[in-house]
């Protein structure tokens, strides 16, 4: 993790990322939040940087993960990325996916 500007930068190798959203379940409805652009391929994948809509969704979603499906890095990501979607609602904080 980086500070640019008053901007907390994550930066996440695609592989535990990819490992992360994997473990996301489809809703009875289709996919929702964050997993839906990921398995859509839009979103970030269109536009970079993107900012994340619905941040409570998605934080619902990964609290829903069981880290003990995930491997030991992908795990301390998920933690990583949960807290910074709780500090970023707690503040009215945008959160965007840029790919490099």
Not at 22 to 33: A, C, M, Q, S
Not at 52 to 67: A, G, P, R, T, W
Request: hydrophobic share 40%; net charge negative; proline share 1%.
């Amino acid at each position: 993790m980086k500070k640019k500007n008053n901007t907390e930068i994550i930066i996440i190798w695609e592989g535990y990322f990819d490992e992360i959203m994997r473990l996301v379940t489809v809703e009875e409805n289709g996919w929702t939040g964050l997993a839906y652009h990921y398995n859509m391929c839009s979103g970030w994948y269109e536009e970079t940087p993107w900012v994340i809509e619905n941040l409570h969704v998605v934080l619902e979603q990964f609290e829903k993960i069981d880290s003990k499906m995930l491997s030991r890095g992908a795990g301390e990501v998920l933690k990583i990325i949960c807290n910074m979607l709780k500090e970023a609602l707690d503040n009215s904080i945008n959160v965007c996916i840029a790919r490099e």
